[in-house]
């Protein structure tokens, strides 16, 4: 267990928009997150860089199940899956340089920095599995942008002053997210901070949503009746 | 203009979907199909989740079948006492199919299934018809007059036990067969997510020797019943009905089958049936394609829903 070293600074840091709501012409949304490197509270003097921060974007938890199709007896099909347990539906790395000059590959292993790392914590089979199945996951999780990372997202507007700037997708998932900044010197964590923001749906798509998940007999039973209505309009409206 | 379809987790764009649907409808309405059959493939190859894609249409074919088995109703074209028996053995067959939906799903072999299903299902029917509007057109080219299979007829089937007699068709045959139609129909209309009226039809007619005249106003009827309690039993199980897409493709639906109808006055019965084989096959063989050639990705990934089921 590594000594933590006395961390005489801490970050000071925020997101411009902690409830994001999704309506029916959602396509996307810019979020900042910004932050000012401070001596510690009864601290001496200023803090001297350089810096490096990178922050995480995480979306919520889920479950995951990935497939991979062979060709068997003349046809394509799904022959081997690998579930995933606890995994962020949405995975963001924003750094202000490249990952290997801020830091060691050990602390970006532990610390779980690269999405590729959060996918393999999250599988439990084999070594084989685990690398192969990983890694396919974070390229279509990528594909669909809900995976990313981006070494030139964290941009430091004086020596202790940072801003990061990130476009949610219009497909980004529902629920609470955690945005952790750590803060960099000479390849060693010396500050660390949290700050959260949630996405929902608003209006009446969550609650087509969430009824549909919640009063799965009720939605039923209203479906039938549209349909059984809009049916007999058709005929009245165009009577013949 | 985008809409966000909140169970099908995507947007689309609304009047691509309303235009399907009208596309679809008006099919429908010229060959006197529900259009399930297509309208699903449909959305399948247009990126929808298969899931999603069955159990939406399910929705949409209630409503397209609802103006047509009204029409009947009022004329009288309905035998109500063998569409009950229809509905009933329908309904035990969609509880079955929907079970099985959910099991596919589990195992991520639906969209095999599906694929091999429709090709298999839309291939065979679509060959038959073919051939029958083929031969029927040579026919009235030849002048030759088709003499339509009489009714009453009976066969083997007829003769099973448990017979019941059925006023309004004037058969008085065995339940048996009636029933086993009915659960076969439910568990492949749920499955695929189509109505099975262009299955029934034929089957009714050819194996039951139901009069025309009731023919297809019973149908309709079995096959909203059979529609309505299956949306109902995909949403409770799988959560996989969404309500926008299916209300977007029933407004295209509905206006579309009405332009159809008209247009269908002005084509010869045996030309129409022979297109509608056509578009089938073409169906059929597409799937065939998904199945045989290497797909875009091999990898897929897609989230667990709650209680660890897609």
Not at chain 1, 138 to 157: A, H, I, N, S
């Amino acid at each position: 267990m590594l000594a933590l070293p006395v961390q005489a600074q801490r970050v000071v840091s925020s997101v411009s928009n902690t409830a994001i709501s999704i309506s029916s012409s959602f396509d996307g949304e810019t979020l900042t997150m910004f932050g000012n490197i401070e001596p510690e509270l009864g601290g001496a003097g200023p803090v001297t860089g350089p810096f490096h921060v990178v922050i995480v974007v995480e979306g919520p938890l889920a479950g995951r199940v990935t497939r991979l199709k062979t060709h068997n007896f003349g046809i394509w099909m799904n022959t081997v899956q690998v579930a995933f347990n606890d995994m962020p539906t949405y995975f963001q790395v924003l750094s202000d340089s490249r990952l290997k000059e801020i830091t060691n590959p050990v602390t970006i292993a532990e610390e779980k920095l690269l999405p590729e790392y959060q996918a393999q914590a999250a599988i439990e089979t084999g070594w084989w599995d685990s690398v192969v199945f990983a890694n396919q996951t974070v390229r279509l999780l990528t594909e669909k942008g809900v995976f990313g990372v981006r070494e030139d997202g964290v941009k430091f507007l004086s020596n202790t002053f940072y801003s990061a700037q990130l476009t949610l997708p219009a497909n980004v998932p529902n629920g609470a997210f955690l945005a952790r900044t750590y803060v960099f010197k000479d390849g060693e964590i010396i500050a660390r901070k949290s700050d959260g923001f949630s996405v929902r749906t608003s209006g009446f798509e969550r609650f087509v949503a969430q009824s549909a998940n919640q009063y799965p007999l009720l939605y039923g039973l209203v479906c039938v009746a549209l349909a059984l209505f809009t049916g007999w309009l058709g005929g009245v409206v165009f009577k013949r | 203009m985008q809409i966000y379809l909140p169970i099908a987790e995507l947007s689309m764009n609304v009047f691509f979907l309303v235009g399907i649907g009208g596309a679809v409808g008006f099919l429908s309405g010229l060959f006197g199909v529900g259009g399930g059959f297509l309208l699903t493939p449909l959305l399948i190859f247009t990126g929808v989740p298969s899931p999603v894609a069955v159990a939406s249409v399910t929705g949409q074919v209630v409503a397209a079948s609802t103006s047509g088995a009204l029409s009947y109703y009022r004329r009288g074209g309905i035998d109500l006492h063998l569409a009950l028996y229809l509905i009933g053995a329908s309904t035990v067959g969609a509880v079955l199919g929907v079970l099985l939906f959910s099991v596919l799903r589990s195992f991520g072999q639906l969209d095999l299934f599906l694929s091999a299903s429709y090709l298999v299902l839309l291939g065979s029917v679509g060959t038959i018809m073919l051939i029958e509007a083929v031969k029927a057109i040579i026919k009235a080219r030849s002048g030759v007059v088709v003499r339509e299979r009489m009714p009453h007829q009976h066969n083997w089937m007829h003769g099973l036990p448990l017979r019941v007699r059925f006023k309004k068709s004037r058969l008085y045959i065995s339940v048996l067969p009636v029933l086993a139609i009915g659960l076969c129909i439910g568990i492949i209309g749920s499955l695929l997510g189509i109505g099975g009226g262009f299955i029934l039809v034929p089957a009714l007619v050819y194996l039951l020797r139901v009069p025309g005249n009731v023919v297809i106003g019973t149908s309709l009827l079995q096959v909203v019943a059979m529609m309505a309690v299956t949306t109902v039993l995909h949403a409770v199980q799988s959560q996989s009905v969404d309500i926008l897409l299916a209300f977007s493709l029933m407004v295209g639906g509905t206006v579309g089958a009405q332009f159809g109808a008209s247009a269908g006055q002005y084509l010869r019965g045996e030309q129409l049936r022979a297109l509608l084989a056509i578009l089938v096959l073409a169906v059929a063989i597409r799937f065939g394609m998904t199945l045989v050639l290497p797909p875009d990705d091999i990898f897929s990934t897609v989230l667990l829903g709650p209680g660890g089921l897609l």
